[in-house]
């Protein structure tokens, strides 16, 4: 964000707005917040409304739009649970926005995620301190909420990356602190800090202290001097009650009908929201195209690989493909692999990692458009298949049809009018000859929609 056309978020041209999460502790409104149900001026705690969804969020965002006098939306983006948000705002207001940038994210939150974050509450809930979330603020489950930001710490980054940045390393003592046959620090036995002993017994061990456990620790003490125990436990339900299809049907066929212009922005690498959910929403959402950052640093490379996300992201809002290396390849498909091959390197590819996550970007084109032909294919069948019914329902009634004051009726229903709403009427412009004029009507479906019951299965 920043002036000028070279930022994806340009405050010259662009009226940005960013909205605070239901639940935070930082704003709005969350379990840090006075309940002006009780009298004593406590704040929610444990009676904060649960979950506060998606849904609710962009609800709330809208309202505030309004009071702001904001017509329209040019753009919603979001990273992580931002793109959830930014997903759901097309589907509740679809009107209201043109088009979407959704980062790292996914249409539904899935089971693994779910379970991930089953994991950071219960680690939290486990605190003996936290007391079903009626702790003393003064007092919190500083243990619990810590070890909770150390699990999700790592679900943000990849194992290669983890294990690349460490390397087994172990922390050293500086010089005068240890003799030159002990070069390397114990592991700690407690951490005050935290009230958590891990050891009883100091003097009976002498594990080694690796950097990475040096890390995550230093994590998780930084988040508790700003974070809230319960606004944390309320954020991870939220992110649990995202399902784009809730309320509004079969969950492909949600995803089908958001027709905004769309990038979708995926990591190879990630094991929070993994790359298949990026797929899915660019496979199903009919106007979105992908851009895949081949990284090694998990659900975090968003961040890390920062400017050349800004690089697409402009692109895609100047009207271009947002991978330049995928328009290309998209532009000399039937071209020799090898002559393709060669093109990219004349036109100096800047590494490796940029052309996988072309070709992946690339794959999920192809995919997309290998399922519209299919997605055709299907529909004319289903389509051939409703005329020949309809041809069989017409043969009958002519077989089973009698002569009434010139017009032809099925015997067997006075009102002609038949399944589908094929009605059988004498062609004007023949006499009494058997000769019939199909008018048909909208077709309804058995829940009384508007689909064609049997054609539209495959639609």
Same mark, same amino acid.
């Given at each position: 964000?920043?002036?000028?056309?070279?930022?994806?978020?340009?405050?010259?041209?662009?009226f940005i707005v960013c909205c605070n999460y239901l639940?935070?502790?930082y704003g709005s409104s969350s379990p840090v917040t @006075?309940?002006?149900?009780?009298?004593?001026?406590?704040?929610?705690?444990?009676?904060?409304?649960?979950?506060?969804?998606?849904?609710?969020?962009?609800?709330?965002?809208?309202?505030?739009?309004?009071?702001?006098?904001?017509?329209?939306?040019?753009?919603?983006?979001?990273?992580?649970?931002?793109?959830?948000?930014?997903?759901?705002?097309?589907?509740? =207001?679809?009107?209201?926005?043109?088009?979407?940038?959704?980062?790292?994210?996914?249409?539904?939150?899935?089971?693994?995620?779910?379970?991930?974050?089953?994991?950071?509450?219960?680690?939290?809930?486990?605190?003996?301190?936290?007391?079903?979330?009626?702790?003393?603020?003064?007092?919190?489950?500083?243990?619990?909420?810590?070890?909770?930001?150390?699990?999700?710490?790592?679900?943000?980054?990849?194992?290669?990356?983890?294990?690349?940045?460490?390397?087994?390393?172990?922390?050293?003592?500086?010089?005068?602190?240890?003799?030159?046959?002990?070069?390397?620090?114990?592991?700690?036995?407690?951490?005050?800090?935290?009230?958590?002993?891990?050891?009883?017994?100091?003097?009976?061990?002498?594990?080694?202290?690796?950097?990475?456990?040096?890390?995550?620790? =230093?994590?998780?003490?930084?988040?508790?001097?700003?974070?809230?125990?319960?606004?944390?436990?309320?954020?991870?339900?939220?992110?649990?009650?995202?399902?784009?299809?809730?309320?509004?049907?079969? =969950?492909?066929?949600?995803?089908?009908?958001?027709?905004?212009?769309?990038?979708?922005?995926?990591?190879?690498?990630?094991?929070?929201?993994?790359?298949?959910?990026?797929?899915?929403?660019?496979?199903?959402? @009919?106007?979105?195209?992908?851009?895949?950052?081949?990284?090694?640093?998990?659900?975090?490379?968003?961040?890390?690989?920062?400017?050349?996300?800004?690089?697409?992201?402009?692109?895609?809002?100047?009207?271009?493909?947002?991978?330049?290396?995928?328009?290309?390849?998209?532009?000399?498909?039937?071209?020799?692999?090898?002559?393709?091959?060669?093109?990219?390197?004349?036109?100096?590819?800047?590494?490796?990692?940029?052309?996988?996550?072309?070709?992946?970007?690339?794959?999920?084109?192809?995919?997309?458009?290998?399922?519209?032909?299919?997605?055709?294919?299907?529909?004319?069948?289903?389509l051939l298949a409703q005329v020949v019914q309809l041809?069989?329902?017409?043969?009958?009634?002519?077989?089973?049809?009698?002569?009434?004051?010139?017009?032809?009726?099925?015997?067997?229903?006075?009102?002609?009018?038949?399944?589908?709403?094929?009605?059988?009427?004498?062609?004007?412009?023949?006499?009494?000859?058997?000769?019939?004029?199909?008018?048909?009507?909208?077709?309804?479906?058995?829940?009384?929609?508007?689909?064609?019951?049997?054609?539209?299965?495959?639609?």
């Amino acid at each position: 964000m920043g002036a000028g056309d070279e930022c994806s978020l340009d405050t010259e041209s662009d009226f940005i707005v960013c909205c605070n999460y239901l639940g935070s502790p930082y704003g709005s409104s969350s379990p840090v917040t @006075p309940d002006p149900a009780k009298p004593d001026g406590k704040w929610y705690a444990a009676d904060f409304p649960t979950p506060v969804t998606i849904r609710d969020n962009v609800r709330l965002q809208r309202k505030l739009l309004d009071h702001l006098g904001v017509k329209h939306l040019r753009m919603a983006i979001g990273g992580s649970m931002g793109s959830m948000l930014a997903l759901e705002w097309c589907a509740t =207001y679809p009107d209201f926005v043109t088009e979407l940038v959704l980062i790292a994210g996914c249409g539904r939150h899935t089971d693994w995620a779910i379970g991930i974050g089953e994991a950071q509450r219960f680690s939290i809930m486990a605190d003996a301190k936290y007391k079903g979330g009626d702790y003393d603020p003064d007092d919190q489950p500083k243990a619990g909420l810590a070890t909770s930001r150390m699990m999700a710490m790592l679900s943000y980054r990849a194992p290669a990356s983890v294990d690349e940045r460490f390397s087994r390393s172990v922390m050293g003592l500086g010089p005068g602190e240890g003799s030159a046959k002990h070069t390397h620090m114990r592991k700690p036995s407690s951490h005050v800090d935290l009230d958590a002993v891990a050891h009883a017994n100091e003097g009976a061990q002498s594990l080694p202290y690796f950097a990475v456990e040096s890390y995550l620790q =230093y994590q998780g003490k930084k988040f508790i001097r700003r974070f809230d125990a319960n606004c944390y436990i309320q954020l991870t339900y939220t992110l649990d009650s995202h399902d784009i299809a809730r309320d509004r049907g079969e =969950y492909l066929e949600v995803l089908r009908r958001l027709t905004h212009r769309t990038l979708v922005v995926g990591i190879t690498s990630d094991v929070l929201y993994p790359f298949k959910l990026q797929t899915e929403l660019a496979l199903n959402m @009919p106007n979105a195209e992908m851009y895949a950052i081949d990284s090694p640093h998990g659900h975090d490379a968003f961040l890390i690989e920062i400017n050349e996300l800004n690089k697409a992201i402009v692109r895609f809002r100047r009207g271009e493909r947002a991978d330049p290396n995928v328009a290309h390849a998209l532009g000399t498909i039937n071209e020799a692999a090898a002559n393709l091959y060669e093109e990219k390197l004349a036109s100096g590819l800047e590494s490796v990692a940029e052309l996988r996550g072309a070709v992946r970007a690339l794959e999920a084109e192809l995919a997309k458009s290998k399922a519209r032909e299919e997605l055709e294919a299907r529909r004319g069948d289903a389509l051939l298949a409703q005329v020949v019914q309809l041809k069989h329902e017409l043969q009958e009634i002519r077989e089973a049809a009698v002569l009434e004051g010139g017009n032809y009726r099925p015997s067997t229903d006075g009102s002609g009018t038949l399944a589908h709403g094929l009605r059988v009427l004498r062609d004007p412009g023949v006499g009494p000859a058997r000769r019939f004029q199909p008018v048909f009507g909208r077709v309804k479906s058995e829940g009384g929609g508007d689909a064609p019951a049997a054609a539209l299965g495959a639609f």
